[in-house]
């Protein structure tokens, strides 16, 4: 493809791009998920869904709890006043208030349709999609009781993170490895904090210090690579679990940093940004089949887990953001070269043409794995999360606006 | 291909098929991993070899230590008394005894290359495969020692698994799960501890519940098909999880049921072991691809593991016993063609041309997915006891012996 027919490049082909996202939100992703989706029998949301809309499985996930509350109430929130989104988004907290949290304090992981517990795990991040889930419900009704718990389970969600001997350990401590999951989520976590409840310095703070350690800990420019797992002190172990890339996520890491550039203006925070989504592109993108893997071996050794080379849903929503969102600091042709790569190479294959949304899960060459729309895992998150983020940015662009509602 | 030229159906094809196993074992497989995988330095087996035998990671498995032990041993008793099967078993034994119990008496799951703890695991077949490595030395050498850790390892096993609030839940109690796996584990220890330390009330005990629990709880006559875990009185309970199949795993289960029924001339237990394999062939094969699915859903739905529709080499090991051990109990030609099937596919697909052994992961279609031919889960034993398993069943028959050396 020529560079003149990169739609990035021209504002006509800018405005194609954002109702392909703004209309494949409304139209296509919401209309697949809801009403469906509401369970107005026990509240909440179902979601583990087939390729036609029909209940696989009717538990529940409370990742999915938090996660669609927010991404209802951040259409509420920046594009719609609608009473179904808040409706609906209100039922789901309600759930997770009234069902997902154990007597500790901690939030379980899988519940029954009725709420019932079926599992927690030893991680947590199951608060930090309850916490910008309230938050973004305080900012849609000024209840000042969703920004305390937003701001209550965002403390549960760091204590347990970082404060060391609180997480029970998967490992013993003869080869301690800390990991980047925890670092990306908090800087998220505090960004949407900051975006729905208003600044804070210990958002601020929060920000700072888990980007500070990425950068420090994770990113090794010299090996023009972001870790998984690193050695408390950055070393990287040679074993399999030391030397595992995670392109998609390290992507998703690069764009929070990115968006953390933008509400700074801090060219320096664009630079890390950009050079970890530049490695991890060069890591992740499969040069034969297309598409991004999902594990990688820093030294092109192979990968114990069984899935690395297929072709996941959300790192490539995170690598249309991440890209979009470069060329938008940057102005690189590049990012809008790699836009259009990673844009058309996910449509053609993820995308349902029957019933709509995208499929999660594809071999390596791109053929459907799994028909399945949603499970334990996936739900309405990373997918409508990027059509409407990536919408946003264009709008702000084609109004020359700076007031871009997501912070 | 004509009934008349299927290998199992003349003497001549089974004497070629019989050079095959015996050959690919002694000239190829046991090549590969010998002397390569014993750790001269520090004892037991190293197992994390890419393609060319080259070491990827210097950790070891508590699971790949007995079972490599157990497999030179059971070479060492039932073909030829080479000193340095016996030796390079021994080491993993005391690497076993040094290293990899914890001070409560479990065994850990996964060590450094000095033996230092990395990881234990709420489940316990570590134990398993100790107690069946130190069964084969007792038989080795006559010692009571091993004999004595041979059971020790096997009421530790049993008892983790069996008795009720022992093990930690992986899930509340909501929604109680038993699983297949434990079972079938205990099944085959109990064989082996037979075969190698002789008759004991206890073992045939343990043989007879594990199979009463499986052919009650786990096999389904009506919907043709064995379950891989179910609710306690043995109902299917309708989620992803409950729902799981894992044809392998099955097919694994009805070859050690099969043994038992050639061990006690039990036509009953022969016709049990042929349904279980009959229902899971026909659930597993992959009619477009060839090859054995590693997981299905019993009502057809999506399966919400990723790597449902790989082909692992294991599941493809078990196969060939199965139908061989099949056709060599019931003389039914359907389990001639099917050996054939599954042997001419798997070797088609997972021998490595160039290196030797198999590759243990391939996508749906039969391309290899990963180089490695071990790593934490796969070692030196599936593949190694599928060729000398399948040799000495040839061999017996065309002997016309009865005297077969592993019960």
Redesign the interface.
Known sequence: MNDSELLLTTPAGRAQLLRVYRDGLLEDTLRFWFPRAADLEHGGFLH?F?QDGSL????KSVWAQGRMSWMLLTLYNTHERREEWLAWAKSGLEFLERHCVDTDGRMFFHV?REG?????RRYAFSEAFASIAHAAHAKATGESQSAERARKYFDHFTRWNFEPGLMPP???D??PMISLAPRMITLVTAQELRANLGPDEKFTAWIDRCIEEIERLFAKPDLRVVMESVAPDGRIED??DGRLLNPGHAIECAWFILREAKFRKDSRLTRLGCDMLDWMWERGWDKEHGGIYYFRDVNG????E?????K?WWPHDETIIATLLAHQLTGDIKYARWHQQVHDWAHEHFADKAHGEWFG?L???GCV????KG??WKSFFHHPRRQWYCWKLLEERANGSGNFPVG
Do not use: A, E, G
């Open positions: 583990c087939d696989v499985d009717s538990d029954t019932r517990p079926i599992r927690k998967k490992f013993t003869v080869r074993h399999f050794k192979p990968v114990q069984y899935w690395h080379d297929m996941f899960y071999q390596r060459d794995s799994s028909t399945l499970n334990l």
